[in-house]
């Protein structure tokens, strides 16, 4: 069902994911900006990718809004961003399958897909440790979360 995305209130996020070793413990984070507060959620998996990581920092930030918004979210993942604004469109025509074959994480892009329709989400990309505030916060979440659970 589509939302009614006029006087959305705006959130902006944050969000990244790690893995040390790739494939190995991983942590995600996210940083969630409101007009009048910010939030941070962590997490982390015991043995997983620095994608699935990637995909889970923005499906648990998008996850955590009560109720719709217009979401402008930064990533530091080309995989993420372009998967989500370029690949997904394709994938769905392909019943979740890649022309070469099956889509890695699909349970996760189905997942970020059915939050979506309840937001209005603006991707964008920020050259990860780059010195951006907000991105270098979110690392240290993400990696946080691995030394703090594994």
Known sequence: MAVDMVDLPTVIIYTDG???PNPGPGGWGALLRYPDRE?????GEP?????????TAAIQAIRGLNRPHRVILYTDSTYLKKGITEWLPT???RRWRRKEGALANVELWQE???LLHSH???WRWVRGHAGNPDNQRVDRLARG???SRY
């Open 39 to 43: 939030e941070t959620l962590s997490g």
């Open 112 to 114: 970020l897909d059915a």
């Open 18 to 20: 790690a893995c040390d």
């Open 120 to 122: 209005q989400v603006e």
């Open 47 to 55: 043995y997983t990718t620095n994608n699935r990581m990637e995909l």
């Open 145 to 147: 979360a691995i030394r």
């Open 91 to 93: 994938w769905k025509e």
